[in-house]
């Protein structure tokens, strides 16, 4: 579903060139829900943006769904992404002016995609499907945090896409409301989207089943950690 062959990146700044990813190579198959671990700075949102679609300055491979990113111009990028990718971040970044069914609708606004059914409809549905299906004509100005993220989601969800990619989905959350919403990525998960999480927190990544920890850009281990304080090999 997701492979990187030999990737790295450079962020190149007036003063110095260095590297954020250095041979990279990781395949994530269909149906996995993973974390991505990591200190600050190690890499964890570069690599996440470029298997994204995101950022596209990088040497290397990258194959998403059969697609090599490389190969695709930039309007085909961004229909990649609306129809295999559904973004979460940290800050929600919900319009509070909007209702909840309008935040959902946004990506559907921006792209223009071809969108069969109504798409009112699939708004509704994908706040349902998160457990929101009583908010959608409020703003999210009165919600709760974890409820914010859950809007969020259904946001990412609208499309219908395969693979859900989260940058500290819980970052800004209490750690009750973190795990709930670590508990939606599960059932996303155990429905058949392929979940890719990044987080620094560990209850975070003992949810998930498949740990990879970052350090400075390069995978230093990845497995299944059984075991507490991510001591695998
Ligand atoms: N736009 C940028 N320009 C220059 N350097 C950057 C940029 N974005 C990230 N970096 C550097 O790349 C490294 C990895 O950053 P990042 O992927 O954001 O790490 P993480 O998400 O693990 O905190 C860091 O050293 C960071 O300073
Ligand atoms: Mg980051």
New binding site residues.
Partial sequence: MIRLDKVSKR???AARE?Y??RDIDLHITEGELCAIV????????????IFGGLDRSYTGTVTVAGNDLHGLSDAALAAFRNRHIGFVFQQFSLLDHLTCEQNVLLPFHFTRAPFAGDPRQRAREALEHVGLGHKVGETPRNLSGGQKQRVAIARALFFKPRILLC?EPTGSLDSTTGQQIIETFRSLNAEGYTVVI?THETRVSSAARRVIR?ED?RIVSDGTEATAGGATA
Avoid at 38 to 49: A, D, H, R, V
């Fill in positions: 962020y190149r700044t260095e954020a990813l990591g200190t600050s700075g190690s890499g964890k949102t570069t690599l996440l943006n940058d990044i970052i850009g």
